[in-house]
């Protein structure tokens, strides 16, 4: 039968399984309730989960099935879509698919949505029981890979296993979707699989020696730790949590455990779900030192990595927290998939540990970051977000972007009601002032939430029913101490907390209570947290921002096309000295800011911005920015040093655009998705990081496909190290020898490049290969680009 799984059910599992476990039964912590006990009111979450649910219905299984079919030696339905979906992560979209309609499904009871999911698992059991051992999976090749795998024939490296695109990764979102089918939708098939899959993977691993498993875990594997211990959970079986310690990669946790921020250079959305697979490991085994690798974890991302959006992570990576000069150079700014998960992880954390803290960036994330992703109406998501001033956003298409961060939008825009609310014994938590209803089924009791906050400061809650216990309301960072109000039925109440903590109304609650709660909000700046000279303005937690146009009569296309470098925003790069600054004395001059009447959280600043429009500068929510370019963090400047400010800016980035405007096509060689978004293939392959640069070697060889459209490359500029000193090579285009290479250890700088010629009429693809020599490498390489 197919409904949700019951609550008290889901209790009872877990308690048979710590005692399966042999672990002591933990102590009370909070809740969050289940989605399907709280639905959203009207409102801009409302809004953006209607437009989540069009998009999904216009995904079509049979596409995001065929890969799975197709492995599986059946017959698809439908051809499968394009894009990442047919170039070696196939089958990863499908899994988020299921994931998004379990969610949807908890968040609305639509029953065409369950019709979809039930058809979804019905279609992968077929592939399942076609392959015979548990297996299910659209990995183009890969039976033979696991079957290498499973014999220990092991080649990894950050991004591929055995020459296969992060597989699993890829495996990991079917599995997290069959999970969520079970969990969401009571889907029981969907249990019966998933135990099936994870007895294949205890299978597969069982001969691999621990330094094969951690050699394996170099490549993205998403949270494999987290869903065997779900499954460890759901089933009280020990021999999953034991595959989920396996599946621990203990050079990210050991780092974490010892207190040593170790992340810089890092691929961020890597790492985050393994941080998250440890706090339920910690949990499951009450190792409070995978616990507490967790709570650093999310505390050094917050505090040291994050913009004011909430988003972390400079072209995919976590940059030097010290320096965030390249989150305002660079247009791949944070990544979409990066906040999902770590909203996943701060919602785990504050279950064990109820400090307004998580409350406050789950808020800031969740307004600024997640609800800004997807565009209105066509529910198309956003994969990089630039902090670069004046640039912009591209979005996908249902029928082209199959990006991860389609994936997991389609899983956001599902979940609102996720944080709102959450209990532990007679205590409810308000955590989000988001307009919902929830039923409180344990205490027979109901309440709802009503407001336009943010664009008014207050939140009504009517309470429906009669019982005894504490509200515990949320008293943001954002509200000033003091400030918070709160009146029961017309009624103040003494507010008994400070900024970061919870306000307690503890009483028999009546039918008909009624609890206001005005939290006074402030525009203020926030400093880019490296405290360079770049600041974004905010009105209690929400980030403003301005729409720019800084060319005249430019005609941007904000729709992603279907290439593999579609998701990343190409139009043309507006010189940081153009951009518009805020311009005073001093940078106290938060008065000026002035509410436009009529206009909810929009704001002018006279006399304060100065540069071309500033005339028209209108300060908005930046959720609510769409298909323009954009200011999120502006420069400040006196009118005595505006314009030497100005000059400086312009000669440091003068020699970067003019390189960028030669560029053609080029590699961020040991950067995941560059590589990938080039073809990257390898024999003996390796990569690395030196002082912060990412490189890659191999002692066979490694190649990328380049794209020159035009025809019009000239040069192949390359990167080297020092370091590298006698290491012998060839290069390689398209199959003719273009130079042998012997590296020196005479350059002036430790990272320096070389230029070689390239001939013409190579045509739009060049396939470039670098070849060792006989007991030799390829590489270092440091950098490629390909110039005009």
């Known amino acids: 039968m197919n409904t949700p799984q019951p609550r008290l059910a889901l209790r009872r599992i877990a308690f048979a399984a710590a005692l399966a476990l042999g672990a002591a039964i933990p102590a009370a912590a909070a809740d969050l309730f289940p989605l399907s006990d709280v639905r959203l009111l009207p409102g801009p979450f409302l809004e953006a989960q209607q437009t989540d649910m069009q998009y999904l219905l216009a995904l079509e299984p049979d596409k995001l099935l065929a890969p799975f079919l197709r492995e599986a030696g059946l017959p698809p339905?439908?051809?499968?879509?394009?894009?990442?979906?047919?170039?070696?992560?196939?089958?990863?979209?499908?899994?988020?698919?299921?994931?998004?309609?379990?969610?949807?499904?908890?968040?609305?009871?639509?029953?065409?949505?369950?019709?979809?999911?039930?058809?979804?698992?019905?279609?992968?059991?077929?592939?399942?029981?076609?392959?015979?051992?548990?297996?299910?999976?659209?990995?183009?090749?890969?039976?033979?890979?696991?079957?290498?795998?499973?014999?220990?024939?092991?080649?990894?490296?950050?991004?591929?296993?055995?020459g296969k695109w992060v597989?699993?990764?890829?495996?990991?979102?079917?599995?997290?979707?069959?999970?969520d089918a079970w969990r969401l939708a009571g889907n029981q098939e969907a249990r019966g699989m998933l135990v099936a899959l994870s007895d294949w993977a205890l299978e597969l691993s069982g001969k691999l020696t621990p330094e094969q498993m951690?050699?394996?875990?170099?490549?993205?594997?998403?949270?494999?730790?987290?869903?065997?211990?779900?499954?460890a959970e759901m089933t009280g079986d020990k021999k999953y949590l034991e595959l989920a310690i396996k599946f621990s990669h203990q050079a990210i946790l050991q780092p974490l455990e010892q207190k040593r921020d170790k992340l810089t250079g890092l691929h961020a959305n890597t790492q985050i779900p393994k941080v998250i697979g440890f706090k339920r490991i910690g949990d499951m085994t009450h190792d409070p030192k995978w616990q507490e690798a967790a709570r650093f974890f999310w505390q050094t991302v917050r505090d040291?990595?994050?913009?004011?959006?909430?988003?972390?992570?400079?072209?995919?990576?976590?940059?030097?927290?010290?320096?965030?000069?390249?989150?305002?150079?660079?247009?791949?700014?944070?990544?979409?998939?990066?906040?999902?998960n770590m909203l996943k992880l701060t919602g785990l954390l504050f279950q064990g540990d109820q400090n307004g803290r998580y409350g406050d960036y789950y808020e800031r994330a969740l307004y600024n970051h997640i609800l800004s992703s997807q565009r209105p109406d066509t529910g198309g998501f956003v994969?990089?977000?630039?902090?670069?001033?004046?640039?912009?956003?591209?979005?996908?298409?249902?029928?082209?972007?199959?990006?991860?961060?389609?994936?997991?939008?389609?899983?956001?825009?599902?979940?609102?009601?996720?944080?709102?609310?959450?209990?532990?014994?007679?205590?409810?938590?308000?955590?989000?002032?988001?307009?919902?209803?929830?039923?409180?089924?344990?205490?027979?009791?109901?309440?709802?939430?009503?407001?336009?906050?943010?664009?008014?400061?207050?939140?009504?809650?009517?309470?429906?029913?009669?019982?005894?216990?504490?509200?515990?309301?949320?008293?943001?960072?954002?509200?000033?101490?003091?400030?918070?109000?709160?009146?029961?039925?017309?009624?103040?109440?003494k507010v008994d907390a400070a900024p970061g903590g919870y306000a307690g109304i503890a009483r028999h609650w009546r039918a008909g209570d009624k609890v206001e709660v005005r939290l006074p909000m402030k525009t203020r700046l926030e400093q880019m947290p490296d405290k360079s000279n770049y600041y974004a303005v905010l009105h209690g937690p929400i980030v403003l921002a301005a729409k720019t146009q800084p060319f005249a009569g430019e005609k941007l296309n904000y729709f992603s096309d279907d290439s593999r470098m579609g998701h990343i925003a190409q139009g043309q790069v507006c010189p940081l000295e153009a951009a518009p600054l805020l311009v005073s004395d001093?940078?106290?001059?938060?008065?000026?800011?002035?509410?436009?009447?009529?206009?909810?959280?929009?704001?002018?600043?006279?006399?304060?911005?100065?540069?071309?429009?500033?005339e028209s500068i209108r300060f908005i929510p930046f959720f609510r920015l769409h298909d323009s370019r954009y200011m999120i963090y502006w420069q400040h400047a006196t009118p005595a040093n505006m314009s030497v400010m100005r000059a400086n800016t312009a000669k440091a980035e003068a020699e970067r655009l003019a390189l960028d405007a030669r560029t053609i096509d080029q590699v961020a060689p040991g950067e995941q998705q560059p590589e990938s978004d080039h073809f990257f293939k390898g024999e003996g392959a390796d990569a690395g990081i030196n002082?912060?640069?990412?490189?890659?070697?191999?002692?066979?060889?490694?190649?990328?496909?380049?794209?020159?459209?035009?025809?019009?490359?000239?040069?192949?500029?390359?990167?080297?190290?020092?370091?590298?000193?006698?290491?012998?090579?060839?290069?390689?285009?398209?199959?003719?020898?273009?130079?042998?290479?012997?590296?020196?250890?005479?350059?002036?700088?430790?990272?320096?490049?070389?230029?070689?010629?390239v001939p013409e009429g190579l045509g739009q693809k060049l396939t470039v290969r670098f070849e060792a020599r006989p007991g030799s490498k390829a590489g270092g390489l440091y950098g490629l680009r390909l110039l005009r």
């Open 77 to 162: 339905r439908n051809a499968s879509y394009g894009n990442w979906e047919s170039t070696g992560l196939d089958g990863h979209l499908g899994g988020h698919y299921l994931s998004a309609l379990a969610l949807m499904y908890g968040s609305t009871g639509d029953t065409e949505v369950l019709h979809r999911l039930n058809y979804f698992v019905a279609e992968l059991k077929r592939a399942q029981e076609k392959n015979g051992d548990g297996y299910i999976g659209g990995i183009p090749g890969g039976k033979d890979a696991w079957k290498a795998i499973a014999e220990g024939k092991l080649q990894a490296d950050n991004f591929s296993v055995n």
């Open 383 to 493: 994969y990089f977000t630039p902090m670069r001033p004046n640039h912009y956003r591209v979005y996908s298409q249902v029928d082209k972007g199959m990006w991860c961060c389609v994936g997991s939008g389609i899983e956001s825009h599902a979940k609102y009601g996720e944080f709102i609310y959450a209990h532990e014994g007679d205590a409810l938590f308000v955590n989000l002032f988001i307009p919902s209803t929830l039923d409180w089924k344990e205490k027979g009791v109901q309440l709802r939430q009503e407001t336009l906050f943010p664009d008014e400061d207050r939140t009504r809650i009517t309470v429906d029913g009669d019982g005894a216990f504490t509200m515990k309301i949320r008293y943001p960072e954002w509200v000033a101490p003091g400030a918070l109000r709160i009146s029961v039925n017309g009624k103040p109440v």
């Open 214 to 231: 951690q050699l394996m875990l170099r490549s993205e594997h998403g949270g494999m730790n987290e869903v065997f211990a779900q499954v």
């Open 167 to 179: 597989p699993w990764y890829n495996l990991h979102k079917v599995y997290a979707g069959l999970y």
């Open 691 to 757: 002082k912060g640069r990412h490189w890659r070697d191999a002692s066979k060889w490694f190649s990328y496909e380049l794209t020159d459209k035009e025809g019009k490359a000239r040069t192949l500029r390359l990167a080297f190290s020092r370091a590298d000193a006698g290491r012998k090579f060839d290069i390689i285009v398209n199959g003719a020898l273009l130079q042998s290479v012997e590296l020196k250890g005479d350059a002036p700088e430790e990272i320096y490049t070389r230029d070689f010629a």
């Open 586 to 614: 001093t940078k106290s001059f938060m008065n000026r800011f002035k509410p436009v009447p009529g206009q909810p959280l929009t704001f002018t600043a006279p006399g304060l911005v100065q540069g071309k429009g500033a």
């Open 304 to 340: 040291n990595r994050t913009v004011a959006i909430g988003g972390n992570s400079v072209k995919e990576h976590f940059h030097d927290d010290k320096d965030y000069s390249s989150m305002v150079q660079e247009v791949e700014g944070p990544e979409t998939c990066n906040t999902y």
